[in-house]
Every structure is written in C-alpha cells, then in structure tokens.
C-alpha cells in the first residue's frame, strides 16, 4: 500500500510589487520572493537541495515564473541548538535535524474577477492560489508531500512586503523632492503615511488603484489526507473610472467628428463659387442698369431686388 511521507515546510512570501502583464490586456502580475524551508530531510536530500515544486492557479511554475536564486543546508537538533552548542553548554547531543531553505524569485500571474460593476468603476479581486506540489524520492511507492506550519503571533512569518526603501534612480531623475517627501512619511509613523509609503512600492499598475494593499490570505487543508500544502492570496483592486469613461464616450466623439467632416466636404465638393461670383456680379450691373433707367432714388426696393436676384438666379 502506497503511504505518505509528510515533511514540516515554513513558506514565507515577501511581495515587492504588482505590474501590468504585458502579454495579456488587463492581465497582472504579482512579483515577489519566496523562502521555503523544507524539515525532516535526511543528510543526503538537504545537501542535495531538496525543495517542493509549485503550481500557480492549478498550472505548474515554469522557467518564467520561478526561478531559485539560492540553496542553504539547514542543520540543528530537536531542540533547536546546533550539535556544537549542545556541547559546548554540556547539554546531551540531540538528534541532528537536517533541511533544506531555497529562495526563489517569483513572477506570478494572478487571476481576475469581477465583484462589484457599476459604471464606470469595476471593483475586482485578483488572485493567486500557490500550492506546494508532492512528489517522490527515492521510493516511487512513498509520496513525499509539503505540510505548510503557520506562525500563531507574527503573519510576517507567512507573508509580508519587502522592505520599504526609497527608489533611488526615481530620486535622481527627479530630484530631492521625491526622496524628502519619502523621508517625510516614514517619519510620519503614522497608519496613513506607511500605507502611502507600501502603495508607493507595490503599486506599479497604470490600469487598477488598490483599494487595500493588504491582501486576505487563507489556508487550505486536506482533511482526507490530514495535510495543507496550498494557501491562497487575494487582492483587492479598482479600476479608474475616467479610463471607463474615455474608452466609451472618445469613440463617440470621434465619429461624429468623422461625420462632421464627411458633411463639410459635402457641401464643399457640391458649391460652385465661379456660380455664386456671376450671380453677385449680375445683380449688381442690373441694380446700376435700374439706377440709371429709371432714376429711382429708392433703389432698394425690396419688391425690385427679389425680382432681379430670382431672375439672375434662375439664369444661372
């Protein structure tokens, strides 16, 4: 019978920022690190690097999604003191502890649904669910799976956001305003200015405002095979209203500009102004004509005028 083999994995996430996805339109992409260490491995495996495999949104990790940036053996004892520490306080040697932290670079696409529409703003959720694959070792028969612990007190131990620190290359195309303007709120300690200083850092979409830059995050268990290798990551976010209305009310605009112009260049492929000089030089000679016949000092007579342009009109 094929049994399981359940190692302890600490998974620690630290988010630095959200980018637009260029290969998909409206798509996100969430970058970050991962750390995980991987518990209960024999000598052998930690020294060989061991780590669980990932699947993001139910798709396997891939070379542009995932890629380890560095492997550390982890040695100590069941009671958490490395062997030379246990010696050193005269305590009894303990049994070694071997495993293995790996440090990844993740560049993840995170899913989008719609929760809330009424135009022109969409409230949307975007996420991400990472889980931890199993595998085998040495013994195709045993599975080897990933059981997430969880720290009770600091949620930092699960998932945080890197270090804030001030974008330099922004400071020098600037100039100092941007730097003492970062310098001003980290000294604000206030709730305000270190939500600022996080959407400062982690927002990088030109499309979608976060509402929250603190994510709901929760932990999903197999109560069948008694394990948890998955958790799930859920921001919230909006899109700008003006960008809805632009992209509805612009292309309006601009057909009836287009047809403004089609009537305009009617009306002035179909006037003939050669017609309309001979017209105006036809009504003024027969005004003079008129003058000169009938020696009327009230030339314009309205009776008289309507008779000599309808009659030139009808010539042309």
Known sequence: EKGDRKLLTQHIFMMKKMLDDPTVDGGLLLVGTFIQKVFGLTEEEAKEGFHFDYRFNEKSS???????RRQEL?????????????????????????????SFHAIIPLELDVSFKAFPFHICTAT?????????????????????????????????????????????????????????????????????????????????????PYPRVYYEYDSGKEYCPTFVTTFYIFSSGWSNVIRIIFP???????????????IISSFNPQAVFNIMGNITRNITEYNVTNKNDNIFDHSAIRTMVSSNIVHQ
Request: hydrophobic residues 35%.
């Open 128 to 212: 991400v669910k990472i889980e931890l694959s199993s595998t085998t070792l040495n013994d195709p028969e045993i599975s080897v799976r990933p059981n997430l612990i969880l720290h009770k007190e600091d949620p930092r131990n699960i998932i945080s956001i890197q270090e804030l620190k001030p974008n330099l290359i922004k400071a020098l195309l600037f100039g100092g305003d941007l730097f003492q303007n970062w310098l001003k709120k980290k000294s604000d300690g206030t709730l305000s200015g270190i939500e600022d200083m996080i959407m400062d850092k982690i927002d990088q979409t030109k499309k979608y405002d976060f509402i929250s």
């Open 252 to 266: 309006m605009v601009l057909i009836a500009f287009l047809s403004l112009l089609n009537t305009v260049n009617d």
């Open 74 to 102: 982890i040695e100590t004892t069941t009671n958490g003191k490395k062997q030379q520490e246990n010696n050193n306080n005269g305590e009894e040697d303990n049994t070694a502890v071997y495993g293995c932290k790996t």
């Open 62 to 68: 891939n070379i542009e999604s995932l890629v380890v």
